[in-house]
């Protein structure tokens, strides 16, 4: 009698649960989803677009959705062509299918029609409605141009088909065209494709009607609906469910969900939102449909995933940033190592604020995401003793590259833990996920056999024996000249994150960059909304379960605020509060702190600080802004005390420093070692 094979037990069964779409099957639940990457319209896009979807492919992911391309002119983001609506389209995409099918993925083509929110001069819309995130207005479309639109929504599909792909995502969330077609606050038409929800309807179900007409009946159709629209006029769960049923009759294979306008007021996606924080909202349409639907947002781990499976919301998960932190996301969860997973902290300073200033997407806890061609880690071929000293992440990121690459390394830091400033981020509320990032670090370097030494300023004397000395140190807080800098109130933002001071109840920050921003986010929410639970989130938000209200949302607005402090924001500069903040997250800071009644006051010089408080002068005035704590948030210097050949990181420059630069630094430099 032969032996039972012993299979180790799934560390996460349901996510690795094959999926069988009739006429394929895919191998586990998690799609990763659409993202905008930059390189669509470049002309060494597709090359690199193939490496860094193939890269993701052999990582483990089940269905690939690329970053939107548009069915024609119009539906075009912005002026730069990215479209499938040419021959020479199909052909140029072809590199895309074949690396990822020869990776072992598959992949489906997003075909995203902008309507008005497209950034050039030939915007169109259901009616002439425009947005408010748009300078451009709208133009209303023609009954034939409806027309035209749908047949160029399926002649995409058929073109992508040609190119290789195994299907395509129709994109109808988000408040693209699909959803403005669908809302009355922007379709305001009087024909049959507005008025009732069936007329409204109409558009979004002929697109798919046509696109499974055009490619076939073994071609992925992916629908990306709205599972919560969180605008005003915005369609509620009942109607969502309803258009969910009608895009099921009309032939699509997978329902994929997207939260939000790009227009609501409501953090969709940034690190304020909790984990899966969304995925209730998904339950709404299992309920309605037959087809497999995918839950979207912030699920960043496999335990959240598995949690969403568990619970019923969906029967698949949508990954994006994920797989930018991590391309080997999913075969690290299929095989049980949570720890070698480098989690996405949500954070977007190198994915979506980089697609808003023209650069290609990456990650800041993985900077080869998007540099795959450009970043490449080899073998040394001369083994090197390095000592990095300073385990913030820019010491990190070199030590872990430098150590996998074959080199012997020591790293160094003063701290009794690894983290360097990732141990002060990781107090304010949202960004708890920074301890993630030093976690995953510690145990690259711990895998790739470096020593760490921890508690210990190493000498010169010491650092002559390495051949190779990395100076990691950091920066030290900037303490400004002002008189009175000594008075008892003033505390150092280290001082507070730390918890070594108790502040009283009126605050004065001086400085408002993104520490600044993150002490008034501090001390009004780390004891009001400390923990990231979706029903506080939602409450928080004014988003309710009820499903008949329109977006979502709750009629009365968001709750009143009751601050713990009253608090002043001071800075020198005449440049608006929060424009050195993220691009897409920035306005979330802002909006907390306006509904909070932070005060904040530009333009000031600061006279002194005493027992009345922080004396400034601004608009030819002097006053005296009380205050029981002074906070100062006055940016930082570099940090060198010892001399070494390599800098990174805030050693190197102290101005404008984020751990993007920092850690992508890290990994530059330990590549060329
Ligand atoms: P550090 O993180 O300062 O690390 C330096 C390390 O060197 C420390 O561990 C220190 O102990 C060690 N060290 C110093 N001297 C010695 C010595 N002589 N011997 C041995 N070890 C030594 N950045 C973002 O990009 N996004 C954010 O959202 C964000 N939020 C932040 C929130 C807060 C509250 C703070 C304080 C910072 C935030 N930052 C953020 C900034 C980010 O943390 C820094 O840019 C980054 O940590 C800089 O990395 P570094 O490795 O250069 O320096
Ligand atoms: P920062 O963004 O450079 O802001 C420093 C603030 O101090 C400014 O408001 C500046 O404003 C003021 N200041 C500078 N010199 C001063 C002086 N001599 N006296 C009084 N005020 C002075 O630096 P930071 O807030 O310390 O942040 C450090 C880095 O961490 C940033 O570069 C940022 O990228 C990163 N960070 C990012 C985030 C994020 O959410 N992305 C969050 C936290 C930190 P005035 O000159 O107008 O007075
Ligand atoms: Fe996630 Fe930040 Fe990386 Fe974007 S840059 S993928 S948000 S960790």
Redesign the pocket.
């Known amino acids: 009698m032969g032996s039972v094979p012993i299979f180790p037990m799934a560390a996460y069964p349901l996510l690795f649960r094959p999926l069988d779409l009739g006429f394929v099957t895919l191998p586990n639940r998690i799609l990763m989803g659409s993202m905008h990457t930059g390189l669509e319209a470049r002309p060494d896009g597709m090359d690199r677009l193939a490496a860094f979807y193939a890269e993701r492919a052999r990582g483990g992911a089940a269905l690939i959705v690329t970053g939107g391309f548009s069915p024609n002119d119009a539906g075009e983001l912005s002026p730069h062509r990215a479209q499938m609506s040419a021959k020479q389209d199909a052909e140029r995409h072809k590199v895309i299918p074949r690396a990822v099918h020869d990776a072992g993925g598959r992949i489906v083509l997003q075909v995203l029609h902008s309507g008005r929110y497209g950034f050039h001069k030939n915007v169109v819309a259901p009616s002439p409605v425009k947005s408010a995130i748009n300078p451009n207005s709208p133009r209303e479309m023609g009954e034939a141009e409806i027309r035209q639109t749908i047949a160029e929504f399926a002649a995409s599909a058929a073109l992508a088909r040609e190119a290789g792909y195994d299907g395509v995502e129709v994109m109808g969330s988000e408040g693209y065209l699909l959803s403005q077609f669908l809302a009355q606050r922007v379709n305001q038409r009087q024909d049959q494709w507005g008025g009732s929800l069936e007329n409204r309807m109409r558009f979004p179900v002929e697109v798919v009607r046509a696109t499974r007409a055009a490619a076939g009946a073994d071609f992925i159709i992916v629908y990306r609906i709205s599972a919560l629209e969180l605008v005003e006029g915005g369609l509620s769960a009942a109607e969502i469910a309803a258009v969910a049923k009608g895009i099921e009759q009309a032939g699509a294979t997978l329902l994929n969900t997207g939260i939000g306008w790009h227009e609501a007021k409501i953090p969709t996606i940034a690190?304020a939102v909790p984990r899966g924080g969304f995925a209730w909202a998904t339950r709404n349409l299992k309920q309605a449909v037959k087809i497999p639907v995918i839950a979207s947002n912030r699920i960043n781990a496999p335990e959240v995933a598995e949690e969403i499976l568990a619970r019923g919301d969906a029967d698949m998960v949508s990954l994006a940033r994920a797989f930018l932190a991590d391309e080997a996301f999913a075969n690290k969860a299929k095989a049980g190592d949570r720890a070698g997973i480098n989690i996405c902290i949500a954070?977007n300073?190198a994915c979506l604020d980089h697609y808003f200033i023209g650069q290609p997407a990456s990650c800041?806890v993985n900077p080869r995401a998007g540099r795959e061609t450009k970043l490449v880690f080899r073998p040394v071929t001369t083994r090197k003793r390095v000592a990095v000293?300073?385990?913030?992440?820019?010491?990190?990121s070199c030590a872990a590259v430098a150590a996998e690459r074959g080199h012997e390394v020591v790293l160094?830091?003063?701290?009794a833990e690894?983290?360097?400033?990732?141990?002060?981020?990781k107090?304010?509320p949202g960004?708890q996920e920074?301890a993630e990032s030093v976690a995953y670090y510690a145990e690259r370097i711990r895998r790739a056999g470096a020593k760490v030494v921890l508690g210990?300023?190493?000498t010169e004397a010491e650092l002559a024996q390495f051949d190779e000395v990395v100076l990691?140190?950091?920066?030290d807080p900037r303490k400004p000249a002002i008189p009175g800098i000594g008075h008892k109130s003033v505390v150092g933002?280290?001082d507070l994150?730390s918890g070594r001071v108790e502040p009283g109840r009126n605050v004065v920050v001086i400085g408002a960059g993104?520490?600044g921003f993150?002490?008034a986010i501090?001390l009004l929410e780390r004891n009001a909304r400390a923990t990231l639970d979706p029903d506080e989130f939602a409450q928080h938000w004014g988003i309710v379960h009820d499903r008949a209200a329109p977006g979502g949302l709750d009629a009365k607005g968001f709750p009143p605020a009751h601050p713990a402090h009253r608090i002043t924001m001071l800075k020198r500069s005449a440049t608006p509060f929060g424009a050195t903040l993220?691009r897409t997250t920035g306005w979330v800071h802002r909006a907390e702190l306006a509904r909070n009644g932070v005060q904040m006051i530009k333009g000031v010089e600061y006279r002194r600080i005493d027992d009345a408080g922080v004396h400034v002068a601004f608009d030819g005035k002097e006053s005296a802004i009380p205050a029981d704590t002074v906070v100062i948030c006055a940016g930082q210097e570099p940090?060198r005390?010892?001399a070494a050949k390599h800098l990174?990181?805030?050693?190197?420059e102290a101005g404008e420093?984020?751990?993007?630069?920092?850690m992508l630094e890290?990994a530059e430099l330990a590549a060329a070692l």
């Open positions: 690190q954070c300073q800041v000293v300073g385990g913030g992440p820019a010491g990190l160094f830091d003063k701290a690894l983290g360097g400033q990732f141990n002060l981020a107090k304010i960004k920074f210990h300023s190493p990691a140190t950091g920066i933002y280290v994150l993104g520490i993150d002490v501090y993220g940090l005390p010892l990174i990181g805030g050693a190197k420093l984020d751990a993007k630069r920092a890290g």
